[in-house]
Structures are given as structure tokens and as C-alpha cells.
């Protein structure tokens, strides 16, 4: 059995040792990082999944962005825990998730990561959405939540507050 619930504060470092495990050693020297330093996460999407023992099981959190002066979500980090990988929880949070977010009335997100795995949710590349240097472009994907939500929108992404 597993549980699904919103992170919280008590939930952080242990969020964070799962990400160490599950990304590769300087994951914070990623572009992706810097749009996040200094910037709350969207509290309501930051998701955990913990086992019937209470054990950590993947985590998903949020973070507000602006893409050309819209704003955006960007979904990431997601990570599950290697013993647990291939089980649907990674599914199980991004759709969960993308539903809050829709549900909170957002409009469009956007993520860092592998095509083959994404487009099942619905991503796909966005052209002219420029993440900092060095990030792939084919891997720069997004969702719409409202129709026509990506439409017009382009340009970099930059910390919310810029
Ligand atoms: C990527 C990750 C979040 C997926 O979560 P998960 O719970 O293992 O995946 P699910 O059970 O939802 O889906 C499994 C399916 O996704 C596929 N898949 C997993 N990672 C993939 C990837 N990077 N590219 C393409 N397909 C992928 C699996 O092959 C499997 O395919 P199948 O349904 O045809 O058997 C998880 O494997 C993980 O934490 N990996 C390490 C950290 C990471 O890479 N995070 C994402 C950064 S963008």
C-alpha cells in the first residue's frame, strides 16, 4: 500500500537524501537549480509517497517560473526510490499532481527531462522556451492545463521573482 500526501516541512531532508540517491552527485550545479534558489516551492503540488512501514518511497516537488514574463510551473525534481522504480508511483505522482495543478487553477507547466518518458502525461517539446545554458532543447518539455495555454508563449525561463 501506498500513500500519497503533500510534503512537509518534517518531510524536507528526508525528500532531499532521496534526491541525492536518485540523481547523480552536483545535481544542484543543474540550470534547472538556479531558477529555484531563493524561491519558495508551490506548496499544495510538492508530493510524497511513503510505503505501509512509513518509508520514502518518491517524491515530486514544484517550483513557480516565468516563461518570456508568463507565469509557469516547473515540475522537478521527481525522483522514486531505486527499490521501488517501475511500480507506476513516478505516474502516480505527475498525473496526481498535474490534476492539483489544474485544479488550482495554473495554467501551463513545463519540466527538464526525457521525451519517451513525458509524453505519456501529455508533454511535449516547447519550442522557443529557452531554459539557462547548457540545456538540451529536445528535452524542454510542457503541458497545457487550459486549452491554448502554451500558444504565444516563449522566450526564458526566469526565477518568478526576477
Ligand atoms: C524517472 C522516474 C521518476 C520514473 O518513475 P517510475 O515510478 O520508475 O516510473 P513508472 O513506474 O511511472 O513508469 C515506468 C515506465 O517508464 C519507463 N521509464 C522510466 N524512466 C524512463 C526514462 N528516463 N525514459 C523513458 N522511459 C522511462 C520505464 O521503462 C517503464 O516503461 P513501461 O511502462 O513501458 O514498462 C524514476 O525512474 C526515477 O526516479 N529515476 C531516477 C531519477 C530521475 O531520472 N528523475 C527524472 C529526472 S527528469
Avoid at 512509513?54 to 509557469?72: E, N, S
Avoid at 502516480?92 to 485544479?103: K, T
Avoid at 519517451?116 to 532543447?137: C, H, I, K, Q, W
Wanted: glycine share 12%; hydrophobic share 45%.
Amino acid at each position: 500500500m501506498i500513500r500519497l500526501a503533500q510534503e512537509t516541512a518534517e518531510d524536507w531532508w528526508e525528500v532531499e537524501a532521496l534526491y541525492d540517491l536518485c540523481f547523480a552527485p552536483g545535481r544542484e550545479a543543474l540550470s534547472s537549480y538556479r531558477l529555484r534558489e531563493g524561491v519558495p516551492p508551490v506548496a499544495p503540488l510538492c508530493l510524497i509517497a511513503r510505503d505501509a512501514g512509513g518509508i520514502l518511497a518518491a517524491a515530486i516537488r514544484y517550483w513557480p517560473v516565468q516563461v518570456g514574463g508568463a507565469q509557469a510551473l516547473l515540475l522537478g525534481p521527481i525522483a522514486v526510490h531505486p527499490t521501488r522504480q517501475g511500480e507506476g508511483l513516478g505516474a502516480a505522482l505527475i498525473r496526481e499532481s498535474v490534476e492539483r495543478a489544474r485544479a488550482l487553477g495554473f495554467a501551463r507547466v513545463m519540466l527538464v527531462g526525457d521525451a519517451p518518458y513525458y509524453s505519456r502525461f501529455g508533454f511535449a517539446r516547447l519550442d522557443g522556451v529557452e531554459m539557462p545554458p547548457p540545456t538540451n532543447p529536445d528535452r524542454v518539455l510542457g503541458i497545457e492545463l487550459t486549452p491554448g495555454a502554451w500558444d504565444g508563449v516563449a522566450g526564458e525561463v526566469t526565477r518568478a521573482n526576477a
